[in-house]
Nanobody
Framework: QVQLVESGGGLVQPGGSLRLSCAGSGFPRDYYSLGWFRQAPGKEREGVACISTDGGGTIYGNSMKGRFSVSTNRAKDTIYLQMNRLRTDDTAAYYC???????????????????WGQGTQVTVFS
């Protein structure tokens, strides 16, 4: 059973940076993809970023490109999300996700991701 545990959320001012981490375990196969979603109050879940462990290909949500960077450790069991130039509309609960797809689903639709962490809150306040 895949387990995902996020950490690193918190409070930050606009323009600041945060780094989220997610430690995973129980992966049932050698190649898969890991990613991040977020959900703000009253809004739908939004794909943030995804990284494939088979070649390292990445996908980002449109509003994150150029500001966020996703990576994994060498063991490919921990995923990181470096968030720079944060804005107030980045405020949300951020969820670590896992999919059995070896490459990231290009649509980043939530239904493609099989396992979800419990989430970590990121609040950007001015």
């Amino acid at each position: 059973q895949v387990q995902l545990v996020e950490s690193g959320g918190g409070l930050v001012q606009p323009g600041g940076s945060l780094r989220l981490s997610c430690a995973g375990s129980g992966f049932p196969r050698d190649y898969y993809s890991l990613g991040w979603f977020r959900q703000a109050p009253g809004k739908e879940r939004e794909g943030v970023a995804c990284i494939s462990t088979d070649g390292g290909g990445t996908i980002y949500g449109n509003s994150m490109k150029g500001r966020f960077s996703v990576s994994t450790n060498r063991a490919k069991d921990t995923i990181y999300l470096q968030m720079n130039r944060l804005r107030t509309d980045d405020t949300a609960a951020y969820y670590c996700v896992w999919t059995s797809y070896a490459t990231c689903p290009w649509t980043m639709a939530p239904e493609y991701f099989d396992s979800w962490g419990q989430g970590t809150q990121v609040t950007v306040f001015s």
